[in-house]
């Protein structure tokens, strides 16, 4: 009888053991859910405070000229898209407030972390994101461009991230690339640094 006690116990503690990782196991899945749902609200809030940001400018027509057959071209967008001075492959970080690194721009999907594939020319900057929403930015919108290790939460080694600041509207953003070939960085930063300065420069003479 103690024999058949003992093994009747330790089944039903195996059953025992068996519901509380049950139930720990489903109250970390109900904690995990509501942070997610914490972080969805809290995205749609950013979103609705950044409702005042314009919409992106789309990319150029590489093979036209003229906007939807005939029109003119939308303002701020170019007619051509240039001869490409520099181009990159690589991951889109994220982009902020100018100079505030973890104020996380969300609006029109600036958000969303993705791969990219940029091209700079004369008429300005192609952001070309799969997955993701394309933009572009029009070289008389170009601030600066600078090494840094860190935007939108996102943190890697120093001089690891390509930062382009530019205007959009009346804000003033940071975006962060990184190329699958970080030496590749230096040569955006003089890129963008010279044909901002001979802007400048041209604008001042006039």
Known sequence: MTLINLAAEQKSAEVTDWAARLGWVAGLLLFIAFV????????????????????LAALPSPTTTLNGGGKPPLPGMPEQPGEARLELSGRYHGSTTAG???DRIVAHG????????LTLTDQGLAVVRPGANDFFIPAADLREARLDKGIAGKVLAEGGLLIVTWAHGD??????????HAAEHAAWVEAVNTMNHARTTEGTAR
């Open 110 to 117: 600036l958000g969303t972390r993705s791969r990219v594939e």
């Open 171 to 180: 804000a003033l953003l940071d975006s962060g690339f990184r190329s699958d």
């Open 100 to 102: 505030q690194w973890l």
């Open 36 to 55: 997610y749902w914490l972080m969805r609200q809290g995205w749609k809030w950013r979103g609705s405070l950044q409702s005042g940001l314009p919409e």
